[in-house]
């Protein structure tokens, strides 16, 4: 099977198990990652509460954490469904969003790390660097550095969490299983919507549900983000319409748009 092949197999094994990824995600990026894993062909639910996320983390095939917006009931409900999540041994994605920008994010993405043991963290450049450098600083939730600079903190996090790293920029970087990805797909709009970043995140947890190598799975993700990014760029006129396009396109995807795909292992 090439390396296309491969991709491909994971997007017909999303649309025809449609595995169910439990979110624990921002308030801010609900809707638009929602309707980016329906639109795969995944079936996402959004569940933070603590007195239920022990149940529904029992029954889903992937979990994903993002630490957007926090607060006290929401970590404890993140420990909760991660150690139900690592018992039952379902991949588990964490976006450290904003890591570095305060103690709370710093500590929480820390603790996460510590006590979830994630498959896959998957965030920008400052963010990866903050959980392994402490004078790392992150201006809100933006990067400030490329997927590039955060490569020795990547490699660094993935040998200490034993973990994939999956760090987001104008190339992104894939690390772990002793290889490094660079996926040189994407359009220079997509920073300017929101939650796109959040969004794969959560496509990756879509296809860790169907792949069995984190790596891969990371890989493949980053890669589809990319090419549907492109496409819908071609289409848009602004950030807005971007958003819109983008949806369709990931539902519109076909085995030929996989030609786009730049991606170069090592």
């Given at each position: 099977?090439?390396?296309?092949?491969?991709?491909?197999?994971?997007?017909?094994?999303?649309?025809?198990?449609?595995?169910?990824?439990?979110?624990?995600?921002?308030?801010?990026?609900?809707?638009?990652?929602?309707?980016?894993?329906?639109?795969?062909?995944?079936?996402?639910?959004?569940?933070?509460?603590?007195?239920?996320?022990?149940?529904?983390?029992?029954?889903?095939?992937?979990?994903?954490?993002?630490?957007?917006?926090?607060?006290?009931?929401?970590?404890?409900?993140?420990?909760?469904?991660?150690?139900?999540?690592?018992?039952?041994?379902?991949?588990?994605?964490?976006?450290?969003?904003?890591?570095?920008?305060?103690?709370?994010?710093?500590?929480?993405?820390?603790?996460?790390?510590?006590?979830?043991?994630?498959?896959?963290?998957?965030?920008?450049?400052?963010?990866?660097?903050?959980?392994?450098?402490?004078?790392?600083?992150t201006k809100g939730v933006d990067a400030t550095h490329g997927a590039d600079a955060a490569l020795d903190a990547a490699t660094a996090l993935s040998r200490q969490r034993r973990c994939v790293v999956s760090v987001s920029g104008e190339v992104d970087a894939i690390v772990g299983e002793g290889k490094v990805a660079r996926v040189h797909n994407g359009h220079p709009m997509m920073p300017r919507v929101t939650g796109l970043g959040c969004t794969a995140s959560a496509l990756t947890g879509a296809f860790a549900a169907v792949n069995p190598s984190p790596f891969s799975a990371a890989v493949h993700a980053m890669a589809v983000m990319g090419v549907a990014g492109e496409i819908a760029a071609e289409k848009a006129e602004g950030p807005g319409t971007l958003q819109l396009h983008f949806l369709d396109v990931l539902y519109r995807l076909e085995q030929d748009d996989l030609e786009r795909v730049r991606v170069e292992v090592a």
């Open positions: 099977m090439t390396f296309l092949e491969a991709i491909w197999h994971d997007i017909d094994a999303i649309r025809t198990s449609a595995p169910l990824v439990h979110n624990i995600t921002n308030y801010v990026v609900m809707n638009t990652t929602a309707n980016a894993l329906l639109a795969l062909g995944a079936s996402p639910v959004m569940a933070h509460a603590r007195e239920e996320v022990e149940e529904m983390a029992g029954i889903a095939s992937s979990l994903v954490i993002n630490i957007g917006t926090l607060s006290p009931p929401w970590i404890e409900a993140m420990a909760t469904a991660g150690e139900t999540a690592a018992r039952r041994r379902i991949p588990i994605v964490l976006d450290p969003v904003g890591a570095g920008a305060t103690t709370l994010r710093t500590r929480t993405a820390l603790r996460l790390l510590e006590e979830v043991s994630p498959s896959i963290v998957r965030g920008n450049a400052s963010e990866i660097r903050a959980l392994v450098y402490t004078e790392a600083v």
